[in-house]
């Protein structure tokens, strides 16, 4: 089981920023490719974005140009800068590793983002 360890979700209000992040093994965190997910109540999780090895990104259409993936390899961390929030971002944000054939579905305890006025 690959443990995830998600922080830095809270309250913020519409147009505010947040910054998540993600700690797991260091096996993990240099061999796969990692990704944010969310799910809001009564909704499927979805992806968000995702950031390989190589440093490359992508960004489901509804985050792009707001939120923005990074990764520190000396402390084995995945970030999820989130600027421009709107109360539609309100979820409880997950992240995940992907092998090269599928994504592991081992999830955290996630980190909530409520975005309202």
């Known amino acids: 089981q690959v443990h995830f360890v998600e922080s830095g979700g809270g309250w913020v209000q519409p147009g505010g920023s947040l910054r998540l992040s993600c700690a797991t093994s260091?096996?993990?965190?240099?061999?796969?490719?990692m990704g944010w997910y969310r799910q809001a109540p009564g909704k499927q999780r979805e992806m968000v974005a995702a950031i390989d090895n190589g440093g490359r990104t992508n960004y489901a259409d509804s985050v792009k140009e707001r939120f923005f993936i990074s990764k520190d390899n000396t402390k084995n961390t995945m970030y999820l800068q989130l600027n421009g929030l709107k109360p539609e971002d309100s979820a409880v944000y997950y992240c995940?590793?992907?092998?090269?054939?599928?994504?592991?579905?081992?999830w955290g305890q996630g980190t909530q983002v409520t975005v309202s006025s």
């Open positions: 260091a096996v993990i965190f240099k061999n796969y490719l």
């Open positions: 995940d590793a992907h092998d090269g054939s599928a994504w592991l579905d081992s």
